[in-house]
């Protein structure tokens, strides 16, 4: 992964990281033979970068990961899924600029 603000969720650690957080989450749902996916991994460096404190950011590759890609209805990637309290609170499918993940963040954090 190319920011170390990225962190790498997967079946095994979602709950802990994602669901229990007490931090508003981003999960990018992407997979390595993906090309919008990679199109999109430096906006989520940036995005990791910008908010770093503020709100956990990490990819879970859906190919080794599947009982949590299933689980959230995950049928096309890249989908980057915001969790606030446990909860799906924002999904963004396909490959979505800078902006629209600042502004819902910006609401999530009360920026």
Do not use: H
């Not at 990281?17 to 508003?24: F, G, I, K």
């Amino acid at each position: 992964m190319a920011s170390d603000a990225v962190q790498e969720f997967t079946d095994a650690n979602f709950d802990t990281e994602v669901v229990q957080s007490d931090q508003p989450v981003v999960v990018d749902f992407w997979a390595e033979w993906c090309m919008p996916c990679r199109m999109l991994a430096p906006t989520i460096d940036e995005v990791a970068n910008d908010f770093a404190g503020k709100v956990k950011v990490g990819k879970l590759d859906t190919d080794a990961n599947r009982e949590v890609s299933v689980k959230y209805g995950i049928s096309a990637i890249p989908t980057v899924l915001v969790f606030k309290g446990g909860e799906v609170v924002k999904k963004f499918v396909g490959v979505t600029g800078k902006p629209e993940f600042e502004s819902a963040l910006n609401d999530l954090v009360g920026a």
